[in-house]
């Protein structure tokens, strides 16, 4: 069970092309998202009842710091949250809480967006680990269907950010798309990227399956950089991100590109 873990809360305003993002800078340590940082926190997971599981970060000690909140959508025929538990985990171990629904048809997004309304419904209470301390916008992600779902989901008002694993389509959020050489669902990420007329990144791994995708590397790191980036609004993962408009795409990927950049 989440147990309570008193603190205030933390608001850093930054402001970007006229907007205002909502989240904590560099100051809060257990955001840290650099090079050589290891992961701040432990890892935890819940089942959060209505065909979700939530992993989320145990903190030590009371920390100013706000916490985005990221639904995750299966590929098809994908029931359960254990598939996907490395790159959840890996995510959930840089402060992000992830809302992992169950579903093996996550194509329409509603099972996303539901995720998160019972999870921020539940962090109300008073007792609650999370009370007070959630990031006031959300993020989605998935894999190949639960891709798709997600950027279906992008149109509800509390998504501020997408990270889009072998699938996609046109999005509402600043979004990085995930594919690679041999994924039969590149097309969809490619006209997804292409036809977003939002912030924007896209990673083309190098070789590597549809399946290998939400496990690789490029998972792990640069989709947390991306909800840290755009809900959390670290520094530090932001300035992570410039690589993928630059010329020297990080080893292992063979395409980069990173466009209307808003920080």
């Known amino acids: 069970m989440l147990h309570k873990l008193w603190c205030m809360s933390a608001f850093v305003y930054c402001c970007c092309f006229g907007q205002v993002l909502f989240g904590q800078s ?19 997971k819940d089942s959060l009842g209505m065909g979700h599981t939530v992993y989320y970060p145990e903190a030590d000690v009371a920390v100013d710091c706000e916490y985005p909140v990221v639904a995750w959508g299966n590929g098809t025929g994908v029931f359960g949250a254990s598939y996907y538990e ?3 985990r890996a995510w959930a171990s ?47 992600a998935g894999h190949s269907q639960g891709a798709i779902g997600a ?3 992008t149109k509800d008002e509390i998504i501020g950010a997408a ?61 947390r950089q991306w909800l840290l980036c755009h809900l959390a609004g670290n520094i530090s ?18 395409e980069c590109y990173l466009e209307n950049r808003s920080y």
């Not at 992000?96 to 997004?109: F, K, L, R, T, W």
């Not at 996303?112 to 301390?133: A, C, M, P, R, V």
């Not at 594919?179 to 990420?189: N, V």
């Not at 993928?244 to 292992?252: A, D, Q, T, Y």
């Open 94 to 140: 840089y402060g992000i809480i992830v809302v992992a629904s169950h579903s093996p048809i996550a194509g329409s997004g509603s099972s996303l967006i539901s995720g998160i309304q019972n999870f921020i419904d539940k962090t109300k209470d008073e007792e609650h680990l999370f009370f007070g301390k959630i990031a006031r916008k959300a993020g989605v």
């Open 26 to 44: 560099d100051s809060c340590p257990e955001h840290l998202d650099t090079e050589s940082t290891a992961a701040p926190y432990s890892v935890k």
């Open 86 to 88: 490395s790159t959840l």
């Open 151 to 153: 950027s279906f989901a």
């Open 237 to 254: 993962a932001c300035k992570a991100l410039e690589v993928l408009g630059s010329s020297n795409c990080p080893n292992g990927v063979v």
């Open 163 to 223: 990270v889009l694993i072998g699938g996609g389509g046109i999005t509402s959020v600043p979004t990085v798309f995930l594919t690679s050489q041999f994924d039969f669902m590149r097309f969809t990420a490619l006209s997804g990227y292409r036809g977003s007329a939002v912030e924007k990144g896209l990673v083309v791994k190098s070789g590597t399956s549809h399946t290998e995708i939400a496990h690789s590397r490029e998972a792990f790191k640069i989709g």
